[in-house]
């Protein structure tokens, strides 16, 4: 007699596994982000402290969260090449369940983000709309290395940017606000285009026309490093033009570190790239605080 073994996969996830699927680390920058808005605006913090609670969980561990889920579901053919102990490929999270954590996380991003007034609430179907426009087929965005980082961008530096400073002053902001949301959203491209690196062998075998797959490795780092640097420079013009010159220094010296760090990656962008993603941008999202503060002190010029 012979006794087989059958492994079944659990009918529910994990709590431990849907955390991994929804990738904490990549919460913060749209976090970040959303506090610059809020430091930005000018507007009193302790007295609409809610405001900023809310706006920063709604911006990270939800909207961000939701769209890690979305990608991953979408992504899990990639990802059995690429990362196959991801959740979804090692079938830690079984069934379909990436997919109704993503789809049940954006019905609830919209819930809240209602909660932050119209322009919060505009702004969050905004954010959960691009972020299953770019991992869902037949749009599928990150299928482009210009259209996929520059819309990841957008939502990770500009977006939030915008709406931490539209829901506190419940009004469009500013143009400095929306010209430095914008400038720090166009330079977050070549950030991510740097975490493109990691995936080059899956995104050549299913076709994914990133950056580094279509123009080659050490052509998409020279392009990230410009794509970086040329907003930063003219934020710092701006900065100066304000008379904002202790914040326009500051920044000049990060992009000067960031510049020694990008020496660095191009001698190997594939093996340099992770090392510049915890060393110059660090010193890029510190240059946005900077940014933030001194435009806080334009409004009340």
């Known amino acids: 007699m012979s006794v087989t073994n059958i492994k079944h996969s659990p009918m529910l996830p994990r709590p431990s596994v849907a955390l991994e699927l929804l990738k904490p680390i990549t919460w913060f920058p749209p976090m970040w982000a959303y506090a610059c808005g809020v430091i930005s605006s000018g507007v009193p913090i302790y007295e609409n402290l809610p405001l900023l609670i809310l706006g920063v969980i709604l ?3 939800i909207v961000c969260g939701m769209s890690q889920a979305a990608n991953d579901w979408c992504d899990r053919h990639v990802d059995a090449i690429n990362e196959p102990n ?3 490929p090692s079938g830690r999270m079984p069934g379909r369940w990436g997919l109704w954590i993503a789809l049940g996380m954006s019905a609830f991003a919209v819930y809240v ?3 932050l007034g119209l322009w919060g609430f505009y702004a969050t179907i905004f954010a959960v709309a691009a972020a299953w426009a770019y991992s869902c087929e037949p749009i599928r965005l990150k299928r482009s290395g210009w259209w996929g980082p520059g819309l990841v961008g957008l939502c990770y530096e ?3 940017w915008f709406t931490g400073a539209a829901v506190m002053l419940q009004d469009l902001p500013r143009f400095e606000i929306l010209l430095a949301a914008l400038l720090y959203a166009i330079g977050a491209h070549g950030i991510m285009t740097l975490n493109d690196f990691k995936a080059i062998e899956g995104d050549t075998k299913l076709g994914i026309q990133s950056l580094p797959v279509s123009l080659g490795p050490r052509k998409a780092a ?7 640097a040329i907003p930063q420079i003219i934020m710092i013009k701006c900065l100066f033009s304000w008379g904002l010159v202790i ?3 500051c920044i000049t010296l990060l992009l000067i570190g960031q510049m020694a760090a990008m020496a660095k990656l191009l001698k190997d962008p ?6 510049y993603n915890a060393t110059g941008v660090l010193m890029y999202v510190s240059g ?7 435009l806080r002190h334009l409004t009340s010029i």
């Open 86 to 88: 991801r959740p979804i």
């Open 270 to 275: 594939e093996k340099f790239a992770p090392w």
């Open 59 to 61: 911006a990270g561990p």
């Open 113 to 115: 983000g209602w909660w």
């Open 222 to 228: 020279l392009v990230a490093c410009a794509v970086m």
């Open 288 to 294: 946005m605080m900077v940014c933030a503060v001194g």
């Open 158 to 160: 500009g977006v939030p």
């Open 247 to 249: 914040s326009g220094i």
